[in-house]
């Protein structure tokens, strides 16, 4: 019986982190919020991530009060659409993704878009 109920909170407790996204100093992980394309031709994204998380970036987060968001890509990224590919998979299979940006952007660039871990 006892074994049982720790094997249950040892599993509550590993759903439970793995739903909240976590970041380091160069990525953060986690599902995807929101896209944004813009009129100038940048795409940005926004993870499920708390806003708290966001201080351990080594860059510049863009809005941090609403969420967060990284710039995927502008006129100059090379790949965009390979980036922008795997973003879309993670977003409609409803998968985490890693996201590994540029250290000291202003904003948080996305160097790349990882799914492999999951």
Do not use: H
Not at 39 to 48: C, P, S
Not at 72 to 92: E, K, P, W
């Amino acid at each position: 019986m006892i074994k049982s109920a720790a094997l249950t909170l040892l599993a509550y407790v590993f759903t439970t982190v793995a739903a909240y996204a976590t970041c380091g100093a160069n990525a953060c992980t986690g599902k995807v919020k929101d896209v944004w394309a813009v009129q100038d031709g940048k795409t940005y994204i926004v993870l499920d991530e708390p806003t708290s998380e966001l201080d351990k970036l080594n860059c510049v987060v863009e809005a941090p009060a609403s969420g967060g968001r990284f710039l995927l890509s502008d006129d100059q990224t090379v790949g965009a659409d390979a980036m922008l590919s795997v973003l879309l998979t993670a977003s409609t299979q409803d998968k985490a993704l890693r996201v590994r940006v540029l250290e000291g952007t202003d904003p948080c660039k996305v160097s790349y878009l990882d799914l492999s871990f999951n």
